[in-house]
């Protein structure tokens, strides 16, 4: 069974850091191309970044290109998202999302976390 | 690529067939564009892929067209189930991958 847990969020003054982690288990983690989706409160959603199975290439909203960062550890099966400068505006629900397929290419989400709040507020 | 939806809210019976639109500001290569359920407190669910296949263990209720850059999504005979908040996404060519702002399906 494949499952998504996020963890790492909380409560954080703006200009503060915070880096959320997503364990995957149930599927070949290292073959995916792994993403973080968010959500405002009462709002949209928002993709944010994504990173490659082997972690050489990343992509990123410009929203937070040049403040957060995406890194994975494929022997743990573990994602991370390291957020700085943040925010008021970053406020959100963070969730992991995997693709429905590993093949080279772009492709929605099929699985995604419960997913973890993050609040910046002074 | 901006994702536009409508109608921001929809009011429906159970039993009526819902019908949501999604418009692209370019062309979608591939006919890249899901639809997601969310419901209160979970996270998205995907619903449709490539604008008209359904996603594993998705009802055949649930039905996705179009191409280029206007798409939609019905719902052939509502279920007090399928009232939730419906997003369309785009998905090709590369990174950012956007969502529409959110079409909320409601009991009427």
């Known amino acids: 069974e494949v499952r998504l847990l996020e963890s790492g969020g909380g409560l954080v003054q703006p200009g503060g850091s915070l880096r959320l982690t997503c364990e995957a288990s149930?599927?070949?983690?290292?073959?995916?191309?792994m993403n973080w989706v968010r959500q405002a409160p009462g709002k949209g959603l928002e993709w944010v970044s994504s990173?490659?199975?082997?972690?050489?290439?990343?992509n990123f909203a410009d929203s937070v290109q040049g403040r957060f960062t995406i890194s994975r550890d494929n022997s743990k099966n573990k994602l991370y998202l390291q957020m700085n400068s943040l925010r008021v505006e970053d406020t959100a629900v963070y969730y992991c999302?995997?693709?429905?397929?590993?093949?080279?290419?772009?492709?929605?989400?099929?699985?995604w976390g419960q997913g973890t709040l993050v609040a910046v507020s002074s | 690529i901006v994702l536009t939806q409508s109608p921001g809210t929809l009011s429906l019976s159970p039993g009526e067939r819902a019908i949501l639109s999604c418009r692209a500001s370019?062309?979608?290569?591939?006919?890249?564009l899901a639809w997601y359920q969310q419901k209160p407190g979970q996270a998205p669910r995907l619903l449709i892929y490539?604008?008209?296949y359904r996603a594993t263990g998705i009802p055949d209720r649930f039905s996705g067209s179009g191409s280029g850059t206007n798409f939609a999504l019905t719902i052939s005979r509502l279920e007090a189930e399928d009232f939730a908040v419906y997003y369309c996404?785009?998905?090709?060519?590369?990174?950012?991958?956007?969502f529409g702002q959110g079409t909320k399906l409601e009991l009427k």
């Open positions: 990173i490659s199975g082997g972690g050489d290439d990343t």
């Open positions: 996404q785009q998905y090709g060519g590369s990174p950012p991958y956007t």
């Open positions: 490539a604008a008209s």
């Open positions: 370019q062309s979608l290569s591939d006919d890249s």
């Open positions: 999302a995997r693709p429905v397929w590993d093949f080279y290419g772009d492709h929605p989400f099929d699985f």
């Open positions: 149930g599927f070949s983690f290292r073959t995916y191309v």
